[in-house]
Structures are given as C-alpha cells and as structure tokens.
Nanobody, 124 residues
Framework: VQLQASGGGLAQAGGSLRLSCAAS????????VGWFRQAPGKERDFVSF????????AYADSVKGRFTISRDNAKNTVFLQMNSLQPGDTAVYFC??????????????????WGQGTLVTVSS
C-alpha cells in the first residue's frame, strides 16, 4: 500500500488547513489510519486515528476540539481538517495505515504503511 499525504503549507495562527492521505490500495476501506506529526528535533507523536468504518475516532489531547479526522472510502482517502492552528502545530505530518486490529493506535509500531509526510508551518 502506498500512501500519499498532501495539503500541508503555511498558515497563520488561527487559520485552517486540510490534509489528505490518499492510498493506492483499492481495498483501503479495510484499513485503519492514523495521523502523526514530527516537529524539528522531536519524536513523532500521535495526532489522530480512525477505524476502517469511521465509527471510532480518536485525538491527541493537544488537538482535540480543533482537528477532525474523516474518510471517504469511495475515494480511498482520509482527511485531517485542522482548525484554529497554533504555532505549536508546526511539524511534518504523516499518515499511516494498517489492515489489522490496532491495539494501541497511538503507537508507531501499530502501523504497517507510512506516507512520506507533508509539512505544516503555522506562523504567529
């Protein structure tokens, strides 16, 4: 499975961006997807998660209420709508996927496939 993350860019504090994670796999609807981010000099951290059906969604406390994850299985794409952006959201954002049951969706090791990342820069 190849994942292509896109939609990053430069935004002002308080602004919005929508990230997309497009998959090459036609059965992408079978996959759970997570978003992670990595700021310069820091570890890659969990941001959000969605199950294959979209029924279960989860967020890191730092983005809860500001970010929304969703998916369009007909388009093999998962989205991350980011509102009320803050300078602390500046990072490279990665999407990841797995076809198997996810025990700990916040763990990097729970995912089998990763996209290349898209850079989000939020200016104050």
């Amino acid at each position: 499975v190849q994942l292509q993350a896109s939609g990053g860019g430069l935004a002002q504090a308080g602004g919005s961006l929508r990230l997309s994670c497009a998959a090459s796999e036609p059965t992408f609807s079978d996959y759970a997807v997570g978003w992670f981010r990595q700021a310069p000099g820091k570890e890659r951290d969990f941001v959000s998660f969605i199950t294959w059906s979209g029924e279960t969604r989860a967020y890191a406390d730092s983005v809860k209420g500001r970010f929304t994850i969703s998916r369009d299985n007909a388009k093999n794409t998962v989205f991350l709508q980011m509102n009320s952006l803050q300078p602390g959201d500046t990072a490279v954002y990665f999407c990841a996927a797995t076809r198997y049951h996810v025990g700990d969706y916040t763990s990097l090791g729970s995912y089998d496939y990763w996209g290349q990342g898209t850079l989000v820069t939020v200016s104050s």
